[in-house]
């Protein structure tokens, strides 16, 4: 009778502490979910501002090509129109984006709130 009554505490001893400790787990959860954002945001913003300046390279190059008369004018046109139909989409998207904050006193604002978000729970 003593083996299943300490099977049952044991169990009862586990799941209190399971019960304690989970705030302090899933606190940490939402905090490196706040850092794998930030950092997909800064990659996001990065692949953006590079496909920004290739678009811009290009469109310097054909209208280099167009002033030494490598292209004709309706090549050029309709070229340039695609090009700038990208750039203005590119700088869209990097317009769409929410900036990351840099500052440490921020993040721990944000994270406090976000702990006291009774909604995420």
Same mark, same amino acid.
């Given at each position: 009778?003593a083996?299943?009554?300490?099977?049952?505490a044991?169990?009862l001893?586990i799941?209190?502490?399971?019960? @304690?400790? #989970? %705030?302090?787990?899933?606190?940490?959860? &939402?905090a490196?979910?706040?850092? #794998?954002?930030?950092?997909? @945001?800064?990659? #996001?913003?990065?692949? $953006?501002?590079?496909? &920004?300046?290739? @678009?811009?390279?290009? @469109? /310097?190059? $054909?209208?280099?090509?167009?002033? =030494?008369? /490598?292209?004709?004018?309706?090549?050029? =046109?309709?070229? &340039?129109r695609?090009?700038?139909?990208r750039?203005?989409?590119?700088?869209? #998207?990097?317009?769409? $984006?929410?900036? %990351?904050?840099?500052?440490?006193?921020?993040?721990?604002?944000?994270?406090?709130?976000?702990?006291?978000?009774p909604?995420?729970?």
């Amino acid at each position: 009778m003593a083996i299943p009554t300490g099977l049952i505490a044991l169990a009862l001893l586990i799941l209190l502490a399971a019960y @304690i400790v #989970q %705030p302090f787990v899933a606190r940490r959860r &939402r905090a490196e979910a706040r850092r #794998q954002r930030g950092a997909s @945001i800064w990659q #996001q913003r990065a692949d $953006l501002l590079a496909e &920004r300046n290739r @678009i811009y390279t290009a @469109i /310097k190059e $054909l209208e280099f090509d167009y002033q =030494t008369n /490598k292209v004709n004018e309706a090549m050029f =046109t309709e070229q &340039r129109r695609i090009l700038v139909a990208r750039a203005v989409d590119v700088l869209q #998207q990097l317009d769409a $984006l929410p900036v %990351p904050s840099n500052d440490p006193l921020e993040d721990a604002i944000d994270a406090v709130r976000e702990a006291d978000d009774p909604e995420e729970d």
